[in-house]
Antibody
Framework: QVQLVESGGGVVQPGTSLRLSCTAS????????MHWVRQAPGKGLEWVAV????????YYADSVKGRFAISRDNSKNTMYLQMNSLRAEDTAVYYC????????????????WGQGTMVTVSS | EIVMTQSPATLSVSPGKRATLSCRAS??????LAWYQQKPGQAPRLLIY???TRATGISARFSGSGSGTEFTVTISSLQSEDLAVYYC??????????FGQGTKLEIK
């Protein structure tokens, strides 16, 4: 069964850090670009970051550039999002998602999504 | 950044009727447009990609059309299970993927 499972969310204070994980199963993780997408409470979807299947490239939304870092460990079928200098506006459900096409290197939508993990930034 | 604008914000349709949702891009995105369905409390699900191709396992009641800057998704013979928020997404200007603000589909 193709599946993505996020973990690591929680309640943190502004200015602190948190690391999210996304563990994949049921497909060849090493062949797919992977994304983080977030959704603030009651709001729409916002793409956050992407890491290519071979870790050759990483890209970020302007809203998180310089504060968040995406990474992956292909030996563990796991992707990460290190979030530093967290702000109240980072409060959201964070989803990991897979590119629809293997080795896509962009120009593809997201066909598999995890159930999401909630991050709350509040003092 | 390419801005995606969806209309209407909310659509109320009776069961068995047709629902048409629209999405406009602020610049030409060719056919690099996807539609997602998000039911309450769930993750988004890919419905349509390439503006008109149904994703795996998606009912033929869902159809997409358009290219350039104007796109629509049509749900024929609406069912109660179609209650959801629908988002469009452009992936032409990658990696700056952008989503529309969503259309909430209500069942009358």
């Amino acid at each position: 069964q193709v599946q993505l499972v996020e973990s690591g969310g929680g309640v943190v204070q502004p200015g602190t850090s948190l690391r999210l994980s996304c563990t994949a199963s049921g497909f060849p993780f090493t062949l797919y670009d992977m994304h983080w997408v977030r959704q603030a409470p009651g709001k729409g979807l916002e793409w956050v970051a992407v890491i290519w299947y071979d870790i050759s490239n990483k890209y970020y939304a302007d809203s998180v550039k310089g504060r968040f870092a995406i990474s992956r460990d292909n030996s563990k079928n796991t992707m990460y999002l290190q979030m530093n200098s967290l702000r109240a506006e980072d409060t959201a459900v964070y989803y990991c998602a897979r590119d629809r096409v293997s080795k896509g290197r962009g120009h593809d939508p997201f066909d598999i999504w995890g159930q999401g993990t909630m991050v709350t930034v509040s003092s | 950044e390419i801005v995606m604008t969806q209309s209407p914000a909310t659509l109320s349709v009776s069961p068995g009727k047709r629902a048409t949702l629209s999405c406009r891009a602020s610049q030409n995105i060719s056919s690099n447009l996807a539609w997602y369905q998000q039911k309450p409390g769930q993750a988004p699900r890919l419905l349509i990609y390439g503006a008109s191709t149904r994703a795996t396992g998606i009912s033929a009641r869902f159809s997409g059309s358009g290219s350039g800057t104007e796109f629509t998704v049509t749900i024929s013979s609406l069912q109660s299970e179609d209650l959801a928020v629908y988002y469009c997404q452009q992936y032409n200007d990658w990696p700056m993927y952008t989503f529309g603000q969503g259309t909430k589909l209500e069942i009358k």
